[in-house]
């Protein structure tokens, strides 16, 4: 999915058409962008949709941490928490992090 490819609808557009069917146009792959004062302020996806982007957070979270690694690498091992320092965090920084949704 692509945002350009969501419909923007205003906020009262959205409303007038209800919960129901911008679901049911979610479900069928065509997320709609919701929009106040024409900005975007939410968006309607299907929960496929939602998982498949969460599971790409988790995703470039572990590239950032390989890459981090390898940018790191002298040939000398470090250890975890020598390499998360490196990129400005805490161990109890990160773990104090909220879990992707």
Do not use: K, N, W, Y
Request: proline share 5%; no cysteine; charged share 30%.
């Amino acid at each position: 999915m692509s945002i350009s490819d969501a419909e923007l609808l205003p906020m009262t557009e959205a409303s007038r058409r209800g919960l129901s069917r911008l679901a049911a146009d979610a479900e069928a792959g065509h997320p709609t962008v919701l929009r106040r004062h024409a900005e975007p302020v939410a968006a309607v996806v299907s929960f496929h949709e939602l998982e498949r982007l969460a599971a790409l957070e988790r995703d470039l979270v572990d590239v950032a941490l390989v890459l981090t690694r390898a940018s790191t690498d002298s040939g000398r091992r470090r250890s975890l928490d020598d390499v998360i320092a490196s990129a400005g965090f805490t161990r109890a920084q990160l773990e104090a992090m909220p879990e992707p949704s």
